[in-house]
């Protein structure tokens, strides 16, 4: 099943995830960091790495709302829209720790707090959840994936 945003047959949504993901989660790690060692240039690693997933996280879930819209199957549907709703929630949640980070927000939950570390670790657990969900569109499903027939097809 070719996805409907796709560069001469390969997906772009695959392409694109590993940024959001890679950063969410090494902002975890830096914030890991940070409370073992006290270092605050893993603070500020943790803040830079969640806007960089953020912006990720966004180019990522428009390229894959247009993979989803294009699916046909009602199964396969329902699974995308559960797949794009926990990556929403994981979106939204980064996008709180984020502002909770900056000097606005660092005022409503008072300097020191462990609550964007927690959102962190939330928010890492429901895109792991999601993640299980892509795979299940991939392998499961062949969302994102052309069967070898199709592809000699077009060949031809």
């Given at each position: 099943?070719?996805?409907?945003?796709?560069?001469?047959?390969?997906?772009?949504?695959?392409?694109?995830?590993?940024?959001?993901?890679?950063?969410?989660?090494?902002?975890?790690?830096?914030?890991?960091?940070?409370?073992?060692?006290?270092?605050?240039?893993?603070?500020?690693?943790a803040f830079?790495?969640?806007?960089?997933?953020?912006?990720?996280?966004?180019?990522?879930?428009?390229?894959?709302?247009?993979?989803?819209?294009?699916?046909?199957?009602?199964?396969?549907?329902?699974?995308?829209?559960?797949?794009?709703?926990?990556?929403?929630?994981?979106?939204?949640?980064?996008?709180?720790?984020?502002?909770?980070?900056?000097?606005?927000?660092?005022?409503?939950?008072?300097?020191?707090?462990?609550?964007?570390?927690?959102?962190?670790?939330?928010?890492?657990?429901?895109l792991s959840?999601?993640?299980?969900?892509?795979?299940?569109?991939?392998?499961?499903?062949?969302?994102?994936?052309?069967?070898?027939?199709?592809?000699?097809?077009?060949?031809?």
């Open positions: 099943m070719r996805a409907s945003a796709n560069i001469g047959g390969h997906p772009i949504h695959p392409m694109l995830i590993p940024f959001p993901i890679g950063l969410w989660v090494f902002s975890l790690i830096a914030d890991l960091i940070f409370m073992w060692r006290g270092n605050p240039a893993w603070e500020s690693v830079y790495t969640l806007a960089g997933g953020i912006g990720g996280g966004v180019l990522a879930a428009a390229v894959g709302l247009i993979d989803l819209l294009g699916v046909k199957d009602n199964q396969v549907f329902r699974t995308g829209l559960f797949h794009a709703g926990a990556n929403v929630v994981a979106l939204l949640i980064f996008v709180v720790d984020f502002y909770l980070r900056t000097t606005s927000g660092s005022q409503m939950v008072g300097a020191g707090s462990k609550i964007p570390f927690i959102l962190s670790l939330i928010g890492v657990i429901v959840f999601a993640g299980y969900l892509g795979g299940e569109l991939v392998f499961r499903y062949g969302v994102g994936v052309e069967s070898q027939t199709s592809i000699n097809a077009e060949q031809q």
